[in-house]
């Protein structure tokens, strides 16, 4: 069996199926469902490589819904004896809602079955519902084209769902209810609950929950993944209650994002070429840049270090697109994000995308809220601020900072002892970091001043990564 899967869907999928014996090949999320690359076009074109083959398709496939129509829609007349108002399920192939509306119709002709579609998906109707958005995360819903398996003239009503929502619905669903669900779950769940305020009493409302928690511990399950993709706020790594909590220790940590000294942000569009990308970093110091589509928005992100090496490697030409090779998972977090938050992160991520939400009104009544980038921060931005800012800072300790403080625990600066705190709270962040250098290398190498190499992990602009002059003690 060989199974072609966008690269979307997550690694548990992959290694289950992987397991049971399948050859696995991934396809890029991004291809468009008609392309050669794309998970259709490539099960097409072995179908007609290897003798013998057949391909199941699960998008023209009569069995597919015929399972829910025979199946699932059997099982909800039951349990339900007969009676239900409303069901609610969401739609990637459309196999299930076509075979359960058939069905339960066909049972109960009042009942109104309404379909869930992903924002950037075009399964929903009428068509002005489908407004392009970033690809999505929830899996296994939505597509670009229509699935012949999916009759939409037995969907009454369509409602779009967004990452945010059905993630944490999903969450609060395992939370509360301890059901273990996917991602796709969520987004139904919350149509449900919307539709349910709107039902008199008595009235019932059946939703389809597809898939198990499982297919998804290393996505939505993770704290940390639900900060990264800005699904949910920092303060969850730090709160108490939440695993790993912990009080503020530094005078630092409760600051938040908006007091650190960040460049005005600069973003490119996905359809720049890489060797334009490279020079407008080059000139301006930037080791990697947003990528901002106009009717997208927050896209990825160009890396300084991947554009370079993929030319090199040949993966893309130096005229190719910077879309091509922009990575789409970064970590994004809000301008209130506290300082111990961002510190966590960085534990994990060289950098990330500071965001504000901008809100754009239509009407008196109509408005879209759309992410925007309102800077990059590094591991270098903390450090400056906590090295700079905590200058004079008044401690417990009395007037030494505690970030100062707390440098010499390594080796090198221990064994310097007490001399170093005076001197380091005097320096400025660079010379204090080269001094670091200096004290645990001796003697000291010549640093490589390449200051594109020095940034690699960072926003840093060039004056940042230039090493000062080693200070005489
Ligand atoms: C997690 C998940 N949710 C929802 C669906 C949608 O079901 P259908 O393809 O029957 O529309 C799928 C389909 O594979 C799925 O994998």
Known sequence: M??????????????MLKALGAEIIRTPTEAAWDSPESHIGVAARLLKEIPNSHILDQYKNVDNPMAHYEGTAEEILWQCDGKLDVLVASAGTGGTISGLARKLKERIPDLTVIGVDPIGSILAQPEELN?????????????????????????????????????????????????????????????????????????????????????????????????????????????????GSKKASEWWEDRTVVELDLSKPMTISPSMACKDAIEIMRLHGF????????????????????????????????????????????????????????????????????TSTQRTWFSSSKFEDKTIVAGVCSRIDLLNFVVQSGRGMETKEGHVPKAVVSAPQSPALKAAGGVMHVRESQMPCQEYMWSFMKDAKSPIATPDLNPIEHSEHGRTQMSDVAPPPIPAI
């Open 287 to 354: 080791d990697q840049l947003p990528v901002v589509g106009a009717m997208e928005g927050i896209m990825g992100v160009a890396s300084l270090a991947n554009l370079t090496a993929s030319i090199l490697a040949k993966r893309v030409t130096p005229e190719d697109k910077v879309s091509n090779v922009m990575y789409t998972a970064f970590c994004q977090v809000p301008m209130t994000t506290r300082l111990a938050e961002l510190n966590r992160i960085f534990k994990k991520h060289a950098y990330c995308l500071v």
């Open 131 to 243: 407004t392009p958005g970033p690809s999505y995360h929830v899996e296994g819903i939505g597509y670009d084209f229509i699935p012949d398996v999916l009759d939409r003239s037995l969907v009454d009503r369509w409602v779009k769902s967004s990452d945010h929502t059905s993630l944490n619905m999903s969450r609060s669903i395992i939370r509360h209810e301890g059901l273990l669900v996917g991602g796709s779950s969520g987004a139904a769940m919350a149509a449900a609950l919307d539709v349910a305020k709107t039902l008199g009493k008595g009235q019932r409302v059946v939703v389809v929950l597809p898939d198990s928690t499982r297919n998804y511990m290393s996505k939505f399950l993770s704290d940390e993944w639900m900060v990264e993709h800005g699904f949910a706020p920092p303060a969850i790594l730090t709160d108490p209650g939440t695993l």
């Open 2 to 15: 060989v199974i072609t899967l966008p690269e979307k869907m997550s690694d548990e999928k992959m290694d």
